[in-house]
T-cell receptor, first 112, second 112 residues
């Protein structure tokens, strides 16, 4: 399968724990995006990378959130000291240009 | 700020009915417009797009026309099938920006 992959698909954690998600984009895509989707809502933009450079971050991305794309390939999104309000689906997308973003299946986070 | 508003769901139709899902937008620049579809248990898929006023995007029998005068991008299909049951998201991207701004989604159910 040559699409965008995300791991894990599901994560259950206790409040206060740290979690890390991984996204593997389509191999030739240089742009990578993270979004968050809560139940009944559309995805909300979190951050964007072009190659290894993080070029834009949403105000939704508090200090507890950090994202990296160290070699311009896969990316990780870490949430420190998780809160119940962090429970959501975290989506990764990649593209060669802004006009066509391809989404992964998402990581569903549940914070107890 | 930039935003997208979709008609309230859920929408329930019988097979072969005509479908319209309304989408209007507010944008500070010149947006490109998109429809994404999320089938049960799957990730978001790009359904169609339009990049400038009066453009018509089409795919899989679905169509949407970029109407600048009414700031709208309504999704239509002449004869829906059970397999079209999904959640549909309207989205925009401002020229020069990288992120997608999504509407809240419209759940469509087609009954045989």
């Amino acid at each position: 399968d040559t699409g965008v992959s995300q791991n894990p698909r599901h994560k259950i954690t206790k409040r206060g724990q740290n979690v890390t998600f991984r996204c593997d984009p389509i191999s030739e895509h240089n742009r990578l995006y993270w979004y968050r989707q809560t139940l009944g809502q559309g995805p909300e933009f979190l951050t964007y990378f072009q190659n290894e450079a993080q070029l834009e971050k949403s105000r939704l991305l508090s200090d507890r959130f950090s994202a990296e794309r160290p070699k311009g390939s896969f990316s990780t999104l870490e949430i420190q000291r998780t809160e119940q309000g962090d429970s959501a689906m975290y989506l990764c997308a990649s593209s060669l240009e802004v006009m066509g973003q391809f989404f992964g299946p998402g990581t569903r986070l549940t914070v107890l | 700020g930039d935003s997208v508003t979709q008609m309230e769901g859920p929408v329930t139709l019988s097979e072969e009915a005509f479908l319209t899902i309304n989408c209007t937008y507010t944008a500070t620049g010149y947006p490109s417009l998109f429809w994404y579809v999320q089938y049960p248990g799957e990730g978001l898929q790009l359904l169609l797009k339009a990049t400038k006023a009066d453009d018509k995007g089409s795919n899989k029998g679905f169509e949407a026309t970029y109407r600048k005068e009414t700031t709208s991008f309504h999704l239509e299909k002449g004869s829906v099938q059970v397999s079209d049951s999904a959640v549909y998201f309207c989205a925009l991207s401002i020229q020069g920006a990288q992120k997608l701004v999504f509407g809240q989604g419209t759940r469509l159910t087609i009954n045989p």
